[in-house]
């Protein structure tokens, strides 16, 4: 039986290169000071629906709500194997937190149509919350699985997976449809096919014409580059929250009682140090004092 799969995948900074300048004064992730990259657990939530594409028949939508750069993840998705792909962009959905965020997904979802499974990464690693696939179910009003691990059986209207717990697995049975958290340590992500690369390489949306004409100027006009794309397929849909039929109030800032109250710089200082000789008697001498302080023993 094939199964009509979603992904929800994000765009984050790359929180290995935190500067000061992360934080805008408002409390929010500045992003434009931060490189961004695909967030890893939704890449093991993607790995996952592939799977059941390959097994079961069906496909994989996979989706992502932030700016025009955020379409560098769903190419990302395309070189993997996905079928097809949506943008949520607006500046209406900016400064959301968790509760508008799930929100806007949740309208988009709908906007599909009927989905068999909805997959998401545990967490994002900007946020670190686990609160939006949770609250995406809840607003879809539908079963979910947290944690999960691995799909022990997929059949007919239900399915049964295994969870990864603090301290042991659980498996548990649920009927579809259902959405899932996913965690690393549910498999490794398939890397990007190089024959889908050269097949995707000009999927876009039209947010990026202007960049996109500026490398290939060849297709001389923004109408000329469109068509191109319509041709073939490669031009990624970009949806609004119009688009998605989003009560305006529920999204970004507006719709988001989460607030920063105050953000805190800390700066680490090196304190008392202390330089010791590369030779055989500053090194006892070294062992002698860690001793005396019952450090070492």
Same mark, same amino acid.
């Given at each position: ?7 929800l995948?994000k765009q ?7 500067t ?7 409390g929010?992730?500045?992003?434009a000071?931060?490189?961004?990259v ?22 994989v939508?996979?989706i ?31 400064g ?24 998401c ?10 609160q939006v696939?949770?609250? $995406?179910? !809840?607003? +879809? &009003?539908?079963?979910?699985i947290?944690? =999960?691990?691995? %799909? ?6 239900? /399915?049964?997976?295994r969870r990864?717990?603090d301290?042991?697995t659980?498996i ?8 899932l ?16 690369r ?11 014409y202007?960049?996109?004409?500026a490398?290939?100027?060849?297709f001389? $006009?923004? !109408?000329? +580059? &469109?068509?191109f794309?319509?041709?073939? =397929?490669?031009? %990624? ?6 688009? /998605? ?38 090194i ?10 019952y450090?070492?023993?």
């Open positions: 039986m094939p199964y009509k799969s979603v992904v995948v984050v900074p790359d929180t290995k290169n935190i000061g300048e992360a934080m805008t004064p408002e929010t992730i500045n992003r000071a931060l490189p961004a695909f967030n890893p657990e939704d890449l093991n939530a993607l790995e996952m629906a592939l799977e059941v594409r390959d097994r079961h028949g069906g496909e939508t996979v992502t709500m932030g700016p025009p750069g955020a379409a560098e993840v769903l190419r990302e998705s395309l070189f993997r194997g996905a079928d097809k792909v949506v943008l949520l962009s607006d500046r209406r959905f900016a959301a937190d968790t509760l508008a965020t799930s929100y806007a997904l949740s309208c988009a979802i709908k906007k599909l149509g009927q989905v068999d499974l909805v997959f990464g545990r967490q994002a690693i900007d946020g670190d919350t686990a696939g949770p609250q $995406t179910a !809840e607003k +879809l &009003d539908m079963p979910q947290t944690y =999960a691990e691995a %799909i022990v059986k997929l059949e007919g209207g239900s /399915i049964i997976a990864a717990l301290h042991g659980e548990v049975k649920c009927s579809l449809p259902c959405l958290t996913v965690v690393s340590s549910a498999n490794e992500p398939r890397p990007a096919s190089v024959r889908r050269i097949e995707y390489k000009f999927a876009a949306t039209s947010l990026e202007k960049s996109l004409l490398r290939w100027p060849s001389g $006009t923004e !109408e000329a +580059l &469109d068509a794309l319509e041709q073939r =397929a490669l031009k %990624i849909p970009v949806w609004t929250a119009t688009d /998605i039929g989003a009560e305006e109030q529920k999204l970004g800032l507006p719709g988001s009682p989460t607030q920063v109250y105050k953000v805190n710089f800390v700066v680490l200082e090196g304190s008392e140090s202390k330089v010791v000789d590369p030779t055989s008697d500053g006892k001498a070294l062992i002698q004092e860690l001793m005396q302080e450090i070492v023993g």
